[in-house]
C-alpha cells in the first residue's frame, strides 16, 4: 500500500463517520441538546449555590454557567468518543468493526483512522456548542476560538482511544445505559467540569485525589485554559500521556494475535 | 430430503480454464485448530479451496463454520495451524492476503442509514481504491445485481436479499480472487436465496474466483461443486459430490451428509428448502 493509499483509507473512514453523523438526525440533535440542557438548567439552577472565586485562567469573577462550559465541551468529546467506538462493536453484533478489521491495511492504522474520524465529529459539535453559548454570555477571547483547537484535538483523542479501549476489553457494557451509569457519569462527577478541585478538596479528599487523576479533569482544563488565551502544561502533559496509554492498549487489545476479540466471540 | 435435481449436474460452460492455472491455491487451510477457553471449536482442519473452484462449506449450526471464517479473515489467529491466500500467509502477509479477498459475513455489516453507494465507496476507500477506479467497479457490480436505480437509496429501505446483493457486490468492488460467504443465504426466499448462488457460481466460472460457500442447507452443493463437511469442528469429508457418495456408499448427498455425522444428528440436517 502507498502513501496515497493510506491517505485515501483515513478520508473514506472519515466521510463515513460524517456521513452516518448527517444521517443519524437524533444522535446529531441530543448530542448537541444534551449539553445545552446543563446549561439551562443546571447552571441556572446552580447560578447562587456555587461561589465561584477567581482561579485561573479566569481573570475576573465569572458566572457559573461560563465555569461549565469547558466541561461541557469536554463532556461533548466524552459521549462522543464512547459512542463511536462502543457503538460500533455493539451495533449487530461487531458488524460494522469486522467491515474495517478485513481492510489490508494495518490494523493499527485502522484504529488510529476510525479515532481521527470521530474526533472530526466532534469537534464539529464542540464548535456549534460554543456558537450556540455565546447567547448565554460565554464569550472567551476570539482567540480563544482559535487556540482551543488543537486541545479538542487532543482531548478529544484521548476520549475516543478510551472508548476503543473499552469497546475491545469490557464485554459486561452491554449497552449505552451501561457506559452512562458505569464510565460517563463518574468519569463527569468526579472531574472538575462542575465544581473547582479546591471545592471539592474541602469537601472530601478521596474525591480530590481521584478527580486528579482522572483524565477528564486534565481533558476539561486543557479546553478552559486554551479558550481563554492560557497553556496548561500539566494537563497537556496528563492528557498525552493518557492519549499513549490508551491506544497502546486499543491497539493491543484489537491485535489478532492477543485474542481479545476472540474471547469476545468465545463468549457469544 | 435432498431433491434428486438439487445435485444434477451442470454442464461446465468454462470461460475460465482452472486446469491451465499452476499457481498456488485461492485458499490453503492445514492443521488448523482453535479453542475458546477449554472449548475445542475447530480442531486439526486442513482445506484446499482451488482458483475458480466453487467451494460449499457443509456443517450444521455449531460445526465451527463461523470461527473458520473468522480465523480466515484475520479477526484474530489460530494458535496452531497455517492458512494462506493464493500463498500468503495471514498472519504473516495479512496485506496481501486480504487483498485478494472479498468476505460476506453472515450477520449483515452494511450501514443502514448510509445510501447503497456510499457503503460500496466506505468498502473501496477501506482498499485505498482511488475514487474514479471505485465509481467504475461499483457502476459494473451495482449493473451485475440489478439494483443500479436503487444506489442513491439508503440501505434500511432495502428488503433483505436487496440488501444481500448488495454485500456481495461490495465484497466484489476491489475485485478479490477468493470470496468467502458465510451462511449467505439465511433468511432469504426461494428467489433470492436462488439469484445469490447462481450469481456466485457464474463468478467462478467466468472470473476464476475461488468460492467457499458455508451453509446448513444440502441443497446448496449444487452441480459442479467441491463439497466440505465440518462437523463437531473436524472435516469429515472433502471432494466432488460423486466421491463422497462413493465414499460413503449413498445414492444422495443428504444420506452422505447423516453419514458423515454419524447417526446420533441423522436426520437434523436441513435438506429442504425453507
Redesign the interface.
Known amino acids: 500500500?502507498?502513501a496515497?493509499?493510506?491517505s485515501?483509507?483515513l478520508?473514506?473512514?472519515v466521510?463515513?463517520e460524517a456521513?452516518?453523523w448527517l444521517?443519524?438526525r437524533g444522535r446529531f440533535v441530543s448530542a448537541l441538546v444534551r449539553p445545552l440542557v446543563w446549561l439551562a438548567i443546571f447552571a441556572a439552577g446552580f447560578h447562587f449555590v456555587l461561589g465561584v472565586s477567581i482561579i485561573p485562567p479566569y481573570e475576573t469573577y465569572i458566572p457559573y454557567e461560563v465555569y461549565i462550559a469547558p466541561g461541557l465541551l469536554a463532556m461533548i468529546q466524552l459521549f462522543n468518543g464512547m459512542q463511536s467506538s462502543l457503538s460500533m462493536v455493539y451495533d449487530?453484533?461487531m458488524?460494522?468493526m469486522?467491515?474495517?478489521?478485513?481492510?489490508?491495511?494495518?490494523r493499527w492504522f485502522?484504529l488510529i483512522s476510525k479515532l481521527l474520524a470521530g474526533v472530526a465529529v466532534s469537534i464539529v459539535q464542540a464548535y456549534i456548542f460554543l456558537a450556540i453559548a455565546w447567547f448565554w454570555e460565554i464569550a472567551p477571547p476570539p482567540s480563544g476560538y482559535f487556540l482551543v483547537l488543537p486541545a479538542l484535538i487532543l482531548s478529544g483523542l484521548m476520549l475516543g482511544a478510551l472508548g476503543l479501549v473499552l469497546s475491545s476489553f469490557i464485554r459486561q457494557l452491554e449497552n449505552f445505559a451501561g457506559v452512562m451509569n458505569f464510565v460517563i457519569f463518574p468519569m463527569f462527577f468526579t472531574s472538575s467540569a462542575l465544581y473547582p478541585l479546591w471545592r471539592v478538596e474541602e469537601a472530601s479528599p478521596v474525591i480530590y485525589w481521584i478527580s486528579e487523576i482522572n483524565p477528564f479533569t486534565h481533558a476539561t482544563e486543557l479546553i478552559r485554559f486554551a479558550l481563554y488565551d492560557r497553556f496548561n502544561a500539566l494537563s497537556a502533559a496528563v492528557v498525552v500521556a493518557y492519549l499513549v496509554v490508551f491506544v497502546g492498549l486499543a491497539v493491543w487489545g484489537y491485535d489478532?494475535?492477543r485474542?481479545?476479540?476472540?474471547?469476545r466471540?468465545?463468549?457469544e | 430430503m435432498a431433491p434428486e435435481s438439487a445435485v444434477a449436474a451442470v454442464p461446465p460452460e468454462a470461460s475460465f480454464d482452472r486446469r491451465a492455472d499452476h499457481g498456488p491455491p485461492a485458499l490453503l487451510v492445514r492443521g488448523l485448530s482453535h479453542a475458546f477457553g477449554a472449548r475445542q471449536v475447530l480442531r486439526d482442519v486442513s482445506l484446499t479451496v482451488g482458483r475458480g473452484d466453487f467451494t460449499v462449506l457443509l456443517g450444521l449450526n455449531g460445526a465451527g463454520k463461523t470461527t473458520l471464517f473468522a480465523l480466515i479473515t484475520r479477526l484474530y489467529h489460530s494458535r496452531a495451524g497455517k492458512i494462506e491466500v493464493f500463498g500468503a500467509n495471514i498472519q504473516s502477509a495479512p496485506e496481501a492476503a486480504l487483498k485478494r479477498m472479498g468476505v460476506v459475513f453472515q450477520q449483515s455489516t452494511l450501514d443502514l442509514d448510509l445510501t447503497v453507494e456510499q457503503n460500496l465507496y466506505y468498502h473501496a476507500a477501506l482498499h485505498g481504491m482511488r475514487r474514479g477506479a471505485a465509481r467504475q467497479r461499483i457502476g459494473e457490480e451495482l449493473a451485475r445485481i440489478g439494483l443500479t436505480e436503487r444506489r442513491r437509496d439508503r440501505v434500511r429501505l432495502l428488503s433483505g436479499g436487496q440488501r444481500r446483493r448488495v454485500e456481495l457486490a461490495r465484497a466484489l468492488v476491489h475485485d478479490p480472487s477468493l470470496l468467502l460467504l458465510d451462511e449467505p443465504t439465511v433468511g432469504l426466499d426461494m428467489a433470492s436465496r436462488q439469484f445469490l448462488l447462481d450469481h456466485v457460481r457464474q463468478l467462478c466460472r467466468a472470473r476464476g474466483i475461488g468460492v467457499l460457500w458455508a451453509t446448513h442447507l444440502i441443497d446448496e452443493a449444487v452441480g459442479d461443486a467441491r463439497i466440505i463437511v465440518l462437523h463437531q469442528g473436524e472435516k469429515r469429508a472433502e471432494g466432488p459430490l460423486d466421491e463422497i457418495l462413493a465414499m460413503t456408499g449413498t445414492r444422495d448427498l443428504k444420506a452422505a451428509f447423516d453419514l458423515l455425522i454419524g447417526s446420533a444428528a441423522a436426520g437434523a440436517a436441513e435438506g429442504d428448502a425453507p
Open positions: 500500500m502507498t496515497a493509499q493510506y485515501l483509507c478520508a473514506g473512514i466521510r463515513r456521513l452516518r444521517n443519524q449487530r453484533e458488524g460494522s469486522k467491515t474495517l478489521m478485513i481492510s489490508p491495511f494495518p485502522l489478532p494475535g485474542g481479545l476479540m476472540a474471547r466471540a468465545g463468549a
